[in-house]
């Protein structure tokens, strides 16, 4: 068997690091990848300095960022562009790393179990979506429901939000938006060379 790719993802908060990580343990995806425990960074401050970090130690051969796109505001696209440009002297290139939802992950989430396009960054707007399509009164993102809405994904309802997600736009620019699918296509797919395409438009010459 080829050498598994090792990827890291660094999500952004509570509610990507254990949606990533049931993601990346369905039996879809591809045995010819290994991925590293999911980093939590408790906030989009955190997104710069420890993606330079992780990209510097060579431990993986992909890292990439799980975050909002919210509403596609200034720090978002402010973030993307510096890792663009501090690590790979592009900014123009950092998006080439980031799996986003816009305006929020909640998006994908609920798209397990339903229709739905999510307008705000709002948790109290976005709890009646949260209410009709899983059940969860009041959704404030507590740990505990957090953890009920990813006890609920499944590999059957994982195929309905491909399908739903497919719908939406790609432009982070555009709410509700996301390329979530890109990465999921080639986290199922056995051929790896995504990755060293990726790192050959990355790579700072």
């Given at each position: 068997?080829?050498?598994?790719?090792?990827?890291?993802?660094?999500?952004?908060?509570?509610?990507?690091?254990?949606?990533?990580?049931?993601?990346?343990?369905?039996?879809?995806?591809?045995?010819?990848?290994?991925?590293?425990?999911?980093?939590?960074?408790?906030?989009?401050?955190?997104?710069?300095?420890?993606?330079?970090?992780?990209?510097?130690?060579?431990?993986?051969?992909?890292?990439?960022?799980?975050a909002?796109?919210?509403n596609?505001?200034?720090?978002?696209?402010?973030?993307?562009?510096?890792?663009?440009?501090?690590?790979?002297?592009?900014?123009?290139?950092?998006?080439?790393?980031f799996?986003?939802?816009?305006?929020?992950?909640?998006?994908?989430?609920?798209?397990?179990?339903?229709?739905?396009?999510?307008?705000?960054?709002?948790?109290?707007?976005?709890?009646?979506?949260?209410?009709?399509?899983?059940?969860?009164?009041n959704?404030?993102?507590?740990?505990?429901?957090?953890?009920?809405?990813?006890?609920?994904i499944?590999?059957?309802?994982?195929?309905?939000?491909?399908?739903?997600?497919?719908?939406?736009?790609?432009?982070?620019?555009?709410?509700?938006?996301?390329?979530?699918?890109?990465?999921?296509?080639?986290?199922?797919?056995?051929?790896?060379?995504?990755?060293?395409?990726?790192?050959?438009?990355?790579?700072?010459?």
């Open positions: 068997m080829m050498n598994r790719k090792r990827i890291l993802i660094l999500a952004e908060g509570f509610e990507e690091k254990p949606y990533i990580e049931k993601i990346i343990h369905l039996p879809y995806i591809s045995s010819n990848y290994y991925f590293s425990d999911v980093i939590n960074l408790k906030g989009n401050g955190q997104i710069l300095s420890r993606y330079q970090y992780e990209f510097q130690t060579n431990k993986h051969d992909m890292v990439l960022v799980f909002d796109a919210d596609g505001s200034l720090q978002f696209i402010d973030i993307i562009e510096k890792i663009g440009e501090r690590i790979f002297g592009d900014k123009t290139k950092g998006k080439l790393v799996i986003f939802v816009n305006p929020v992950t909640l998006q994908v989430v609920l798209s397990h179990f339903g229709d739905v396009e999510l307008k705000s960054k709002s948790k109290k707007k976005n709890s009646v979506f949260v209410k009709e399509l899983v059940g969860i009164d959704y404030d993102a507590k740990e505990e429901q957090i953890k009920e809405i990813i006890s609920k499944n590999s059957n309802n994982y195929l309905d939000m491909k399908k739903r997600i497919e719908k939406l736009s790609k432009d982070y620019h555009i709410v509700p938006s996301s390329n979530i699918l890109e990465f999921l296509s080639y986290f199922e797919n056995d051929d790896t060379s995504w990755i060293d395409d990726i790192n050959n438009q990355i790579a700072y010459i």
